[in-house]
């Protein structure tokens, strides 16, 4: 069957470290994958799109990685802060009828501790 | 400032109500789409729209109806609410072509009682 996994534990990391976070998917073959921030009470934010044919993508202190092999991307926040603190969604595209739709994973909360 | 909004941020109704969720999104984008999410499960996909009066089912639709008369308006009926339609209710909206990250609205967290 298919399955997108991220780590359901919440992460805990010390201010100034690199945060990163893991998105596992299988029987899938993603054009592209999508991470998102998402706060307590409000709908996700688009963070960073990495599409199949890119190991990598970096946006300020974020990077994505992309390995279609293991079928994993990892997102990192380097240098974190307590606002980085949230909860942090993958979405894989899978093609329905013609049409991309996104697969979320149910997300992995990360705490930046001061 | 793009803006997806939804019509209720809480919502409490009984079980055998009707029910609409409105989503309303001011970027002109063709796409849009209605997912709930539970603890552990993460955002599923209901229903979305490619266009006006065009709708098809997402992987969860049973139970529930949508309505897109307008482009900007995208609308979730519950025409009988039950207990385990209990949920947040999240309503995106992306455009057609160029990067397809979508944009969420706050979310309507609604229950059946």
């Known amino acids: 069957s298919q399955k997108i996994e991220q780590n359901s534990e919440a992460l805990n990391i010390q201010e100034g470290k690199t945060a990163t976070l893991t998105c596992n998917y299988t029987?899938?073959?993603?054009?592209?994958l999508q991470w998102y921030r998402q706060d307590p009470g409000r709908g996700p934010v688009f963070l960073l799109l990495i599409r199949e044919n890119e190991k990598e993508k970096r946006k300020e202190r974020l990077k994505v990685t992309f390995d279609t092999t293991l079928k994993q991307s990892l997102f990192h926040i380097t240098a974190s802060q307590p606002a980085d603190s949230a909860t942090y969604l993958c979405?894989?595209?899978?093609?329905?009828?013609?049409?991309?739709?996104?697969?979320f994973g149910a997300g992995t909360r990360l705490a930046v501790h001061p | 400032d793009v803006k997806v909004t939804q019509s209720s941020r809480y919502l409490v109704k009984r079980t055998g109500e009707k029910v609409f969720l409105e989503c309303v999104q001011d970027?002109?984008?063709?796409?849009m789409f209605w997912y709930r999410q539970d603890p552990g499960l993460g955002l599923r996909l209901i229903y979305f729209?490619?266009?006006?009066?065009?709708?098809e089912k997402g992987d969860i639709p049973e139970g529930y109806s949508v309505s897109r008369e307008k482009k900007e308006r995208f609308s979730l009926i519950l025409e009988s609410a039950s207990t385990n339609q209990t949920s947040m209710y999240l309503c995106?909206?992306?455009?057609?072509?160029?990067?397809?990250?979508?944009?969420f609205g706050p979310g309507t967290r609604l229950t059946v009682l």
């Open positions: 979405a894989l595209a899978a093609s329905s009828g013609g049409y991309n739709k996104l697969i």
């Open positions: 029987n899938y073959s993603p054009a592209y």
């Open positions: 970027m002109d984008h063709e796409n």
């Open positions: 995106a909206s992306r455009s057609r072509g160029g990067i397809p990250e979508q944009f």
């Open positions: 729209s490619y266009d006006v009066k065009m709708k």
